[in-house]
């Protein structure tokens, strides 16, 4: 099926320092939003973003439902060990109870106390 | 927040048995309940919608005589593997959306392991 283009695919850094991962798509969505899954868990919503070149915060986390509305970015600023985990984008299509997801392959990271 | 539960957490059955996998709405109602499957370092797979009070609807590839899920009422939906083989192991997520507009909340997933 559909895929959206997730980059990077792991990142390992040191306790600290910000980290910064994106999505990009050939379609065009009306929401992006991110998830973060933990080992053996479910994807936890993270931030949900409803319109074009929208910015919002949720703590350390920073996205933005990019211009082209093709493309969408997440910031985690000063990160700490419990960051560690898997971040999935996810783009919505279309409209109603039954809308899907169009999901990105993970970027996994992991962080050096 | 909206909050699904998924039960059980975990499962191991012998091959050629059926396994039922339950996933509720706590604190909302959700006419429609989503089911994945997700493999070892992989991301999520759509395996079907399931509509409160109709029938579920399947994505490609998925067969739904193997993954029968019922949706008897606004807070719970059920997927049943039917003669579970070592293949169909794997990592089982449901997730419901509350309220019209919200995005999808997930449960914990369920691992099922069939030997």
């Known amino acids: 099926g559909q895929q959206l283009n997730q980059s990077p695919q792991s990142m390992f850094i040191q306790e600290g320092e910000d980290v910064s991962m994106n999505c990009t798509s050939s379609s065009i969505f009306n929401t992006w939003l991110w998830y973060k899954q933990d080992p053996g868990e479910g994807p936890v919503l993270l931030i949900a973003?409803?319109?074009a070149g929208e910015l919002t915060s949720n703590g350390r986390l920073t996205a933005q439902f990019g211009i082209t509305r093709k493309d969408s970015f997440l910031n985690i600023s000063a990160s700490i060990p419990s960051d560690v985990g898997i971040y999935f984008c996810a783009g919505q299509l279309g409209a109603g109870n039954n809308r899907k997801l169009i999901w990105g392959l993970g970027t996994s990271l992991a962080v050096n106390p | 927040g909206a909050v699904v539960s998924q039960h059980p957490s975990r499962v191991i059955c012998k091959s050629g048995t059926s396994v039922k996998i339950e996933c509720r709405s706590l604190d909302f109602q959700a006419t429609t309940m989503f089911w994945y499957r997700q493999f070892p370092k992989q991301s999520l797979m759509l395996m079907a919608t399931?509509?409160?009070?109709?029938?579920?609807?399947?994505e490609q590839g998925v067969e739904k005589d193997k993954f029968l899920i019922n949706h008897a009422s606004l807070t719970l939906s059920t997927l049943t593997v039917t003669s579970a083989h070592p293949e169909d192991s794997s990592f089982y997520i449901c997730s419901a959306r509350h309220p019209y507009n919200s995005p999808l909340h997930f449960g914990n997933g369920t691992r099922l392991t069939v030997t």
């Open positions: 973003l409803y319109k």
């Open positions: 399931s509509n409160e009070g109709s029938k579920a609807t399947y």
